[in-house]
């Protein structure tokens, strides 16, 4: 059969608008993973969403049908954990602007994470996309980076899709921050190079590999900085009338993640 499927090897995999809306899996999404499967293909999830650990993304696919393993998620904010772990940073005092999840990835690899009120002595602030964002964390993040801390970005997404339309991600928590301090932050998730080169590393040397995603200015742009074949879901944020008017055009368009396992026209 000519599927898409059968052209790759390896697929990197996007979460929000590929896999599940919200707490809704997109169409016959188990099923197309049970495809992948049959076929031999390897799979990572990367996304951009720092908000849960690996071990909590497992738990919610398998509720929607769809078994994984731990190993096989990367977040944006696993990436920056290792970032601050590769620049030999961890024994330095490190705010948290994000969810329990994003603490967790950084005291994982052994980050000291200081809250509340002391999180203004710290010497990094780490930021990621949450419900509760709050002028204290603003206020906190602003002070700590204004008298030196180092101002690491999950991700710059403006938002992500839900069942009700687009709600807020990180991108608008980071540019408040970088508004009310003037300083740029250093970003380790997708579009960046951080996140796919430790992503490519999971996988076994050699053969062909492909990002399903449904961001252009995230998955599609990054899997183009990283030499990936690219696959744009319209299940997302993304609609058929922005690829045609836009920049960054991706190798392929697909209705959903389950046209992997059609034949292709």
């Known amino acids: 059969m000519n599927r898409l499927l059968d052209r790759f090897d390896h697929f990197l995999i996007d979460l929000d608008g590929v896999v599940y809306l919200g707490d809704q899996p997109t169409p016959c999404a188990a099923e197309t993973f049970t495809a992948l499967n049959d076929a031999g293909k390897r799979r990572l999830f990367i996304t951009n969403d720092p908000r849960r650990t690996a071990d909590g993304y497992a738990t919610k696919l398998a509720r929607l049908g769809i078994p994984a393993d731990p190993a096989e998620f990367l977040t944006s904010g696993r990436a920056a954990a290792l970032y601050v772990q590769r620049e030999g940073k961890t024994g330095r005092p490190i705010f948290v602007v994000g969810s329990d999840g994003l603490r967790s990835e950084i005291e994982a690899v052994g980050g000291s994470v200081l809250r509340g009120s002391d999180g203004m002595t710290a010497e990094i602030v780490v930021v990621g996309g949450h419900e509760h964002f709050s002028y204290q964390e603003l206020k906190i993040a602003t002070l700590a980076i204004q008298r030196g801390a180092a101002f690491i970005a999950t991700n710059r997404d403006a938002n992500f899709p839900m069942p009700d339309g687009l709600w807020p991600g990180t991108g608008p928590i980071v540019a408040a921050i970088e508004v009310a301090t003037g300083i740029t932050p250093v970003v380790v998730g997708k579009p960046e190079k951080l996140i796919f080169e430790i992503a490519l590393d999971l996988f076994p040397p050699g053969g062909r590999c492909a990002i399903v995603g449904d961001r252009l200015d995230s998955d599609i742009l990054g899997g183009q900085r990283a030499g990936l074949a690219t696959i744009l879901v319209l299940s997302g944020c993304t609609t058929a009338a922005m690829v045609e008017r ?20």
């Open 246 to 265: 836009g920049p960054i055009q991706p190798d392929y368009v697909i209705e959903n993640f389950s046209r992997l396992t059609t034949p292709l026209s």
